[in-house]
């Protein structure tokens, strides 16, 4: 009981740290002008509830004694409660003190508009109550959560979080279902500002409940796919493959312009990162200067089309330009790899970094400039034409990246399975064995490279394409930073990994532009949390998630020691000539 | 695959003949710097023999392999598997000339499956190119099938349980560790196979099945074998040569009970006073 206690104390005092800090920021203010539900709760009232929600269930989680030991369901109610009590009164000192005193002078989030926020518009000491027995409630209810069946809690969290989602992204929501046209939907779910209060409960009910069958059926459901016949089983691969391109074909005819171009961004970085995740995720060549390729494809797209080039203007057509463009990435893959394939691990990543560097500094140089613009970069390159179509619109671009995306994607899914993916593995595995196991590391290695490279070189030119234009500046560290952050992210050489780490790193922040502010904020929360609770990312492939969560029941069998001795002991050893 | 087939009962050994050898090594030596690791050593392995190379630590064994194998080349002399001189090539080279190998600190492919193991053995004698992968071409998808059968094969044939080819290979115990590198040494169907302490670190049990297996894989494939072992009833018990390394010199070379005999030998083990009493 009193450890139970203790670190209910202390996760209410450290609960409202975060909170504390959001207000300060001025998150809670910002988040409090959209609501969640019409009229009824705004997204900024949330946070307080999310936090004391998490904390109330962390305090009544087991904890190590010794062992794990798991609360009783009483002391469970009361450190959940209590949680809630501390991190509840420090918060109301908190507003206090901000009403109070003229901290604004300083810290100009601690507006009036904040302590009205917290104390839910009452006076101070109505609203303090409120604030102390509301968070104590919340905790309380966290802690049931914790209580809960497994299966019953994922159904919580899915509806509670469903509804967070779209209310967030009320705007695009609306536009999409406007747009299939689906309006009744929408006005059902929506009003004016947030979501209806029906279209809320039926959210959180229907959602929730569909998140407690995946929980307790999925495994069966998978099971059962597993049980079917190879050739079954391939035609309801095959079935789901085509439904997913369907959607993916038919999605910029009703998502509307603004969001045809935030999928033109999350494309071109699945491209980035299936390219890149060849390189690191495969072959395992931490390459930390992916934005040079990237670049060389941008810039090569740029001198081959524009008919402003400074030095050579051949004017090519995009689509003949294209495979120049990657044969010439390839090749800079190939030059670039060469000379760094003698180093392993942290320095080929400074190396490349280098590289990486240099190739930003060389387009922007002074000797360059007589071919490739210097800093004002190459204007006017042109959009490329289908068949006199014009592509520039976004949502007209997004096909030829979709088909980019299809078949850098069906390359890396092919290559990883065969003969030439199993060479990377080992070399990714262990060098030096690789080698003495009969792979050419040389060649492998340099096939990396330059497949990244190609990949990269295609993303590039289709950027150029895209904006039209391109510009040294723009070609930074960032880009390479970013690829590698959503292939961690997603988890590391894996495919579907590629595409859920774009989808969150890239897409997210394009769709919360309103709160761009923030966006770096959330951006280390998000990275945070992850390396906490999934360190093998999101949609990890088998062998990582074996080698991070070493030691956990799961379906890695790490060691049997009835087989040890059923194996060694029941032998008996042969007489052997001494 | 028809030598999987081949009778369980060990045909008795061939006469080691020197005549027919599948790798001679003359004169060789390897200095690190000021450090001779190695001083002209003569080294001959008879085709179908099981050879052990033994000597106190640090005596040059281990560096004896990593020359054979390419992972070092030899400061002077020359090396010769099956007519063909391999000193100065990549180790990648050596292996599919027919070299394979096993590691004394067991190096699998931790993170990849026990058939994924011993299919990246098979590298060498693969030829589906990058391209043809991509584009799955019938013999590709025929080369991947037969380089798994193979594959189960030689599990079997080292007596790895085929319920474990879904595995890790970092999850299975030691023992069959040691059995699955073995495994994926035989995958690039080597003519000389070289063991290094295959026996470390297993307990009695262990170690005669082990040295029962060693003799079965000769028997079976053909090979020659060469074997560093510190054991000396493995060495005793298997070896129809046995070759004696000290501070790098070869100090002694022939049968096991001449080995057994031989002061030098003796010495270099237990000191002088050993040979005085």
């Known amino acids: 009981m009193r450890p139970f206690v203790r670190r209910a104390l202390l996760t209410g005092l450290v609960a409202s740290i975060p909170l504390i800090h959001l207000s300060l920021v001025g998150l809670v203010v910002k988040l409090d002008e959209r609501d969640l539900v019409s009229g009824l709760l705004t997204i900024g009232a949330t946070i307080p509830i999310i936090i004391s929600l998490a904390a109330g269930y962390r305090a009544a989680t087991p904890m190590r004694i010794g062992e794990m030991v798991p609360p009783s369901r009483s002391t469970a109610l009361v450190s959940g409660a209590l949680t809630g009590l501390v991190g509840g009164m420090v918060v109301a000192l908190f507003v206090w003190i901000v009403d109070a005193f003229p901290v604004r002078e300083v810290l100009i989030s601690a507006s009036p508009k904040l302590v009205d926020v917290m104390r839910w518009g009452f006076d101070t000491t109505t609203g303090s109550m409120m604030l102390v027995a509301g968070a104590t409630t919340i905790g309380l209810l966290g802690a049931t959560l914790a209580l809960l069946p497994p299966n019953l809690r994922r159904g919580a969290l899915t509806g509670l979080v469903a509804v967070m989602g779209l209310a967030l992204m009320q705007t695009f929501v609306v536009q999409i279902l406007t747009g299939l046209p689906l309006e009744s939907l929408s006005d059902f779910l929506y009003a004016r500002d947030g979501m209806t209060e029906p279209g809320a409960a039926v959210t959180l009910v229907g959602l929730g409940a569909a998140g407690w069958a995946w929980a307790a059926r999925g495994a069966q459901l998978r099971g059962g796919f597993a049980g079917l016949r190879p050739g079954q089983r391939r035609t309801a691969r095959f079935s789901g493959l085509g439904v997913a391109l369907m959607i993916l074909i038919t999605l910029p005819l009703f998502v509307g312009s603004f969001l045809a171009n935030a999928l033109d961004t999350v494309g071109l970085y699945i491209l980035l990162g299936l390219g890149l995740n060849i390189v690191v995720g495969f072959a395992g060549l931490l390459d930390l200067g992916y934005v040079a390729f990237y670049a060389v494809g941008a810039y090569a797209t740029a001198v081959l089309t524009s008919p402003v080039s400074p030095a050579l203007t051949p004017q090519l057509d995009f689509w003949v330009a294209v495979p120049v463009v990657m044969m010439v990435a390839a090749f800079i893959g190939l030059t670039i790899g060469a000379p760094v394939l003698r180093l392993r691990g942290d320095y080929l990543a400074i190396v490349t970094l280098g590289f990486g560097e240099i190739a930003r500094i060389i387009f922007l140089s002074d000797w360059m400039t007589p071919y490739l613009g210097g800093a004002q970069g190459i204007l006017q390159v042109p959009a490329p034409q289908f068949f006199g179509i014009d592509l520039r619109q976004p949502e007209r671009l997004y096909y030829p990246i979709l088909a980019a995306c299809i078949i850098a994607a069906v390359v890396a899914f092919s290559l990883a399975s065969s003969r030439v993916g199993r060479a990377w593995t080992a070399m990714r595995e262990d060098e030096t064995v690789a080698e003495a196991t009969g792979i050419n590391t040389t060649k492998y290695k340099l096939l990396a490279f330059s497949l990244g490279a190609t990949f990269g070189g295609l993303a590039g030119a289709l950027y150029a394409v895209r904006i039209g234009s391109v510009f040294p500046q723009e070609l930074n560290l960032l880009v390479s930073i970013n690829a590698l952050a959503l292939i961690i992210l997603g988890g590391i050489g894996s495919i579907p990994g590629v595409i859920v780490g774009a989808i969150v790193l890239v897409g997210l922040p394009e769709l919360l532009r309103e709160f761009s502010e923030y966006r770096l904020l959330i951006y280390g929360i998000v990275l945070v949390a992850m390396m906490l609770l999934r360190p093998e990312g999101l949609v990890p492939n088998r062998s990582r998630r074996a080698e991070l969560h070493e030691g956990d029941q799961g379906d890695t069998q790490v060691w049997d020691e009835e087989r040890w001795d059923r194996e060694t002991g029941v032998e008996t050893p042969a007489p052997i000539i001494t | ?277």
Do not use: C
Not at chain 2, 6 to 28: G, N, Q
Not at chain 2, 82 to 93: E, F, M, T
Not at chain 2, 122 to 149: D, G, K, Y
């Open chain 2, 1 to 277: 695959m028809t030598h999987v087939q081949a009778t369980t009962t060990a045909s008795p050994a061939p006469p080691a003949s020197v005549e027919d050898a599948v790798l001679r090594a003359e004169k060789v030596t390897m200095r690190f710097g000021g450090l001779v690791a190695l001083r002209e050593v003569d080294f001959v392995i008879p085709r179908r023999a099981i050879v052990s190379l033994i000597g106190p630590n640090g005596a040059g064994k281990t560096t004896f392999f990593n020359l054979l194998t390419g992972m070092l080349t030899p400061t002077s002399g020359s090396i010769v598997l099956d007519g063909r001189p391999i000193v100065g090539l990549a180790p990648h080279k050596i292996v599919e000339l027919g070299i394979g190998r096993t590691f004394q600190n067991i190096r699998l492919f931790n993170e990849m499956t026990v058939l994924a193991n011993v299919m990246v053995g098979r590298h060498v004698r693969m030829n589906a190119s990058w391209i043809a992968s991509l584009l799955r071409i019938p013999q590709v998808r025929r080369e991947e099938q037969l380089t798994t059968e193979r594959a189960r094969e030689l599990l079997d044939m080292v007596g790895l349980d085929r319920a474990y080819e879904g595995e890790w290979a970092r999850n299975l115990p030691y023992g069959d560790q040691r059995r699955l590198e073995i495994a994926r040494a035989l995958a690039s169907d080597p003519k000389l196979l070289l063991l290094d302490e295959p026996t470390a670190g297993m307990n009695p049990g262990e170690t005669a099945q082990m040295t029962r297996l060693i003799g079965r894989l000769r028997d079976k494939l053909d090979l020659s074998v060469l074997l560093i072992e510190h054991d000396m009833k493995v060495v005793m018990g298997v070896s129809e040569r046995i070759t004696v390394l000290d501070y790098g010199e070869k100090i002694a070379e022939g049968t096991p009970e001449g080995i057994r005999a031989n002061p030098r030998v003796i010495e270099a083990y237990l000191g002088k006073q050993a040979t005085a009493s």
